[in-house]
């Protein structure tokens, strides 16, 4: 039987592109789009009563997130989880890409970027962190916020391109939707140490704080001493 792409229910936003990037990505973290499954154009636009283009530019943009895939001559799929090597290897990205974003973020620190990231801290606090996608979102977009403000702060497009290509985040994310935000209050933590070391002025003392919150993420990821963790994905949809 040929795959469908599920019925997706009609968004209200001022933007089209938004409104069909909004509904898609919702519906690719709860799992309602199934990992690998078929995203057609066409239907897609049926479904939410809009053109082509906004939902080529919103799969276009959930590419650049690695939620979607696009083959040559076959279209749009969803993005597979990722393998407990692949999630590793993610790690190791983040490890070689954000702390040199904090280190050149550092150099230009002001009072405004100092309040924006206390306040993505506050909002990560009081956000709800339970297991579904519409449960830990605020959360999400409040740390997503924290790690891509650092990113601008940094102005080095290079290693803007490197870090909007890993998309880990979301992809943890994903992978992990059963258990909600478990690591919540030491990541906070961990982002208020990142604020202080942006505070004192110190490149490496930013650097060094980056390093342990991604060192420290990916410890809670794989607990086990070998460092590795093997996904069970059957209680994921797909």
Same mark, same amino acid.
């Given at each position: 039987?040929?795959?469908?792409?599920?019925?997706?229910?009609?968004? %209200?936003?001022?933007?089209?592109? =938004?409104?069909?990037?909004?509904?898609?990505?919702?519906?690719?973290?709860?799992?309602?789009?199934?990992?690998?499954?078929?995203?057609? !154009?066409? %239907?897609?636009?049926?479904?939410? &009563?809009?053109?082509?283009?906004?939902?080529?530019?919103?799969?276009?943009?959930?590419?650049?997130?690695?939620?979607? %895939?696009?083959?040559? *001559?076959?279209?749009?799929?969803?993005?597979?989880?990722?393998?407990?090597?692949?999630?590793?290897?993610?790690?190791?990205?983040?490890?070689?890409?954000?702390?040199?974003?904090?280190?050149?973020?550092?150099?230009?620190?002001?009072?405004?970027?100092?309040?924006?990231?206390?306040?993505? %801290?506050?909002?990560?606090?009081?956000?709800?962190?339970?297991?579904?996608?519409?449960?830990?979102?605020?959360?999400?977009?409040?740390?997503? =916020?924290?790690?891509?403000? !650092?990113?601008?702060?940094?102005?080095?497009?290079?290693?803007?391109?490197? @870090? =909007?290509?890993?998309?880990?985040?979301?992809?943890? @994310?994903?992978?992990?939707?059963?258990? &909600?935000?478990?690591?919540?209050?030491?990541? *906070?933590?961990?982002?208020?140490?990142?604020?202080?070391?942006?505070?004192?002025?110190?490149?490496?003392?930013?650097?060094?704080?980056?390093?342990?919150?991604?060192?420290?993420?990916?410890?809670?990821?794989?607990?086990?001493?070998?460092?590795?963790?093997?996904?069970?994905?059957?209680?994921?949809? &797909?």
């Amino acid at each position: 039987m040929p795959e469908q792409t599920p019925a997706l229910v009609r968004p %209200v936003r001022l933007s089209l592109s =938004d409104a069909v990037h909004e509904a898609l990505m919702e519906q690719l973290m709860s799992g309602e789009i199934r990992p690998d499954s078929v995203l057609r !154009i066409d %239907v897609i636009g049926r479904e939410l &009563g809009v053109s082509h283009s906004p939902v080529r530019e919103a799969l276009s943009r959930l590419e650049a997130r690695g939620l979607v %895939v696009r083959n040559a *001559l076959k279209g749009y799929r969803a993005a597979p989880l990722l393998t407990s090597d692949e999630l590793s290897q993610l790690y190791a990205a983040r490890l070689a890409v954000e702390p040199a974003n904090a280190f050149a973020a550092s150099g230009n620190v002001n009072a405004k970027f100092l309040r924006h990231l206390e306040d993505t %801290v506050r909002r990560g606090r009081k956000a709800r962190k339970g297991p579904t996608f519409d449960d830990y979102r605020g959360y999400l977009e409040a740390e997503e =916020d924290f790690h891509n403000s !650092i990113k601008q702060q940094a102005d080095n497009r290079f290693l803007a391109s490197a @870090y =909007d290509s890993i998309g880990g985040q979301l992809q943890r @994310y994903r992978i992990f939707d059963d258990r &909600g935000v478990p690591d919540a209050e030491p990541a *906070l933590a961990e982002h208020s140490e990142i604020i202080e070391a942006f505070r004192s002025g110190s490149a490496d003392d930013a650097c060094n704080a980056m390093q342990r919150h991604i060192r420290n993420s990916r410890r809670r990821a794989f607990p086990n001493e070998s460092g590795q963790r093997t996904l069970d994905t059957s209680a994921q949809p &797909g």
